[in-house]
């Protein structure tokens, strides 16, 4: 049996005054803004943390799968289902 991942469809907002998370109730996609540019993998790096530290996993098991170039991405996190991840991150939960 394969372990349990969780893939998300994030919206990137690099470049942002604050660093936060919300999900947008409409597209249900996780909109992460990061105060790093969207240089040379800054960006990701800081978004992945920031994932990282809300799911309290560590950053190791985040990657993008797809989208490392674009602000639309879908993380994968192993060791949680996506429902589990989509609770974790939905600070009005």
Not at 45 to 69: C, P
């Amino acid at each position: 049996m394969e372990p349990p991942h969780a893939d998300i469809t994030v919206i990137a907002h690099p470049g942002s005054r604050k660093e936060a998370i919300s999900i947008d109730d409409q597209d249900k996609y996780v909109h992460v803004h990061v105060t790093a540019p969207p240089e040379k993998g800054k960006a990701n790096k800081a978004i992945i943390k920031l994932i990282a530290k809300k799911l309290n996993v560590v950053s190791s098991s985040i990657t993008i799968i797809r989208g490392t170039m674009n602000s639309t991405k879908v993380l994968r996190v192993e060791g949680l289902n996506t429902n589990d991840a989509m609770v974790a991150l939905d600070p009005g939960k």
